[in-house]
């Protein structure tokens, strides 16, 4: 059985929900390629997605009051996140009635060439596994499902064990809307249980999957997607440490604010966000690591999501005040309940920082490292691993170091923020929520913004056909 | 040493070339990686594209002559593989003036939203492997070099061993050609030798790599960079058998002309190309198969390129020949040298096909597969493993069953072919040269085309840049 948590007592929160049997899996899948043609074929999935968006949003008080008993995130951040939530299944049917995701290409016969006209179609089904950061927006019905519904793949989705009535809840509403307004059946469905989650990657139906998660489970998951007889990508959201560097002048000019924002950005969501800033580089003679000091030992922890990610952070500080040279910059108040985490902030200087301190502390805790030039610094930053989003914070006097800095993080970052800080990942065209592995093990494509389309998308070319015969969006 | 032999004599071609060591392959990925930042950053990428394809248009007839005592090709292919090769370099040089391929995208800020741009940018120094079945076109100045370095990534290529001195020449000519416009030192070289190749595959420094070859190399070769410390994207085009599928009508009105199409296809290039239709069906009733023998017994072989891939047929044909209810249905005459090939066309009922059978034989040889009906047939072309290409023969009154067939096609091709035959890959934009695994190992990719450039490039977002720091496609 799965059993949820109230985060807030450590209690079970309601009734637990079973695992799937291997049957059911089998079964799952089966009712996704039975749907599969239909789906694929069916010139009514932009409006099958809203009326879902729809039927969620009706249900959204009842949804973060749910999400709450198993997440403790309140009921502000619950009901935002079901808005996010249900804005991407609008702008995925949105991105459906422009058309553009075929990117349909004709090249008309010419000499000896043939007609030949390419599109992209549906790989087939698809396993998405869900967050428990984001219980509903990376979630059974989070982007992954949104982006590969609207490509036209039927979706399996792994429920997160620490919250398998949310789950439930959220599957029901989605099931429930896609009946009414037709969708065939087996379109999206979910299962429940790590063993599930494996059988539904190794079955031979399941033709990509999507995971946002930890480093070492998405890892192992890869492996396995790797290993099988018909390999399969893994389009995996692993998290990182999101370097941010405050170059000398922003340094001496805003050192109070930047120092403000950065324990905002780390604390927020107590920590517990894959574009956390985990590693801030500043200048070793700037008032910034007293001003971080001030701030950090004015804040304060939360209920973290479960108790596995509560003992993970907390080995993770003991580990990080082990590496030599690491002292104590701060701490601040430790949340509430049993899973209550610490914010902590480390510093080190750039002469003893190792790749120990590059490992992500998935929590409210940061590394401060002090360089003492940028020369210095650029090769370190170089040799970090990948990366979701990268940091810089400038002022005008900065910008020919800015010009030094920028072509390195644009090898080790997917998103490249200025004057700002990572987290709060912006659901629009333009966003690149991806990067080096192991930031994300398929770095050419995105898990937040329209782009994240093309994950479910493989490129068709025919070649001399009739008219009639060809996809309507190459005639 | 890495001797090249003429397979007209299967003598000695030339003098060898020597093995490149360890130190070797270093020295040329560290050269790459120093030409990066320059040769990504250049606004000149086209204009040197252009420069290379016209000093390997002014050597064509060196080239040809020197390829041809390694190949035994004949001096008209290869002459035209040389322009298909300075086309392709000349098509990518047009792509980038185009610059479709940067894909820019902008989300201005709205409301809380920040100020999103993305855009592609390279990957960094790649590795591409030669073919020897086309000794330029997909060889180290191919058409992964030419996308590759379109893209702006410096090229380490690994000549492929049955070509050594054809490899030495073209990397020579396309060295001075980058070097007399000012192109970085390092933007192109070469290796010689299997170990040679695997190391360029290990090296940190190398980011992607492009492989046009067998099924069993690929696979070894991806597994070498699944295995990394930072695995690589692996782009193996690996071929397949490329069913065909004739259908009824065109069976009974257009056997004799379905039949020499087909014939001139597998026998073209001695067979030895990725796209050969090795597999094709046709009607239980029809008289296509006493048409195919009468076209197969007489046509004739040629030289094959190596005494490796003529072993490798000579063991695939007596294994097919091997397989309980697959018969002998026609043999040409033999090519002529020690490795010449003859034709072969082995016959089986669908009732008797197993997938021994959709093995690909690398070589003239196909099997003719006679069907009850198409209902029979969908079931096992749908388990057929990926293919590059498949082929559908109809006439008008076949349409309906066309219908049902494509489908099928859609989800185990890349490319479908209608009343057409599956070699002769146009270079043009719509092209999808890639398939369903095995086939290749992206699926989502092509190795020939426009969109072959995307293979290269990763996309990185800015966020509430200043303008002047912004890549200039996206101010």
Same mark, same amino acid.
């Given at each position: ?162 919250? @398998? ?14 009946? #009414? *307004? ?23 139906? +399941? %033709? ?22 018909? @390999? ?34 780390? %604390?927020?969501? %107590? ?55 690491? %002292? ?63 940091? +810089? ?36 065209? #333009? ?26 998308? *493989? ?17």
């Amino acid at each position: 059985m799965i059993q949820g948590f109230d985060p807030r007592t450590g209690e079970p929160a309601g009734e637990p929900v079973a695992e799937t049997t291997e049957a059911g899996v089998s079964a799952k899948v089966a009712v996704a390629v039975a749907a599969f043609p239909a789906w694929a074929g069916s010139a009514r999935r932009a409006e099958v997605l809203a009326a879902v968006a729809g039927a969620l949003d009706a249900n959204t008080a009842e949804l973060a009051a749910l999400a709450d008993t198993e997440t403790a995130l309140g009921m502000e951040r619950l009901t935002g996140e079901v808005g996010r939530t249900t804005g991407q299944l609008r702008m995925f049917a949105a991105e459906l009635r422009d058309g553009g995701y075929l990117d349909p290409v004709i090249s008309p016969a010419a000499g000896a060439a043939p007609d030949l006209r390419r599109v992209n179609r549906p790989v087939g089904p698809v396993a998405v596994f869900a967050a428990s950061n984001f219980p509903f927006a990376f979630s059974v019905a989070g982007g992954d499902t949104a982006s590969a519904l609207a490509a036209g793949c039927p979706v399996v989705a792994k429920a997160h064990e620490a919250q @398998p009535r949310t789950a439930e809840l959220t599957a029901r509403i989605v099931t429930e809307a896609l009946a #009414a *307004v037709g969708a065939p059946a087996g379109t999206f469905t979910i299962v429940h249980g790590v063993d599930a989650g494996l059988r539904l990657l190794r079955h031979p139906s +399941i %033709t990509a999957a999507g995971f946002t998660g930890s480093t070492a489970g998405g890892l192992a998951l890869a492996r396995v997607c790797a290993e099988r007889e018909v @390999p399969i990508p893994f389009f995996g959201e692993l998290g990182s440490v999101n370097p941010v560097v405050v170059l000398p002048s922003a340094a001496q000019s805003r050192g109070a604010e930047i120092a403000a924002g950065y324990v905002g950005s780390l %604390t927020l969501g %107590t920590g517990q966000f894959c574009t956390n800033p985990g590693l801030m580089f500043v200048p070793a003679d700037s008032p910034l690591p007293a001003s971080i000091a001030d701030t950090v030992t004015a804040s304060s922890g939360g209920a973290m999501l479960s108790a596995r990610i509560f003992a993970a952070y907390q080995d993770a500080v003991v580990a990080t005040a082990k590496v030599p040279g690491v %002292t104590m910059l701060a701490a601040g108040k430790p949340g509430e309940g049993p899973w209550g985490a610490t914010p902590q902030v480390f510093a080190v200087s750039l002469k003893e920082f190792t790749a120990e301190l590059a490992r992500e502390q998935f929590g409210p805790a940061g590394v401060v490292v002090t360089y003492p030039s940028l020369d210095d610094l650029l090769p370190v930053l170089a040799a970090l691993p990948g990366n979701l989003a990268a940091t +810089i914070h400038l002022d005008a006097p900065d910008e020919p170091l800015a010009r030094q800095l920028l072509p390195v993080l644009e090898r080790i970052a997917g998103r490249i923020i200025c004057n700002g800080w990572p987290t709060g990942v912006a659901v629009v065209a #333009a966003q690149q929520h991806g990067g080096p592995y192991p930031a994300t093990t398929a770095p050419a494509f995105t898990s937040v913004g329209t782009a994240a389309i093309r994950r479910w998308l *493989v490129p068709v070319a025919y070649q001399n056909f009739p008219p009639e015969l060809l996809p309507s969006s190459l005639r």
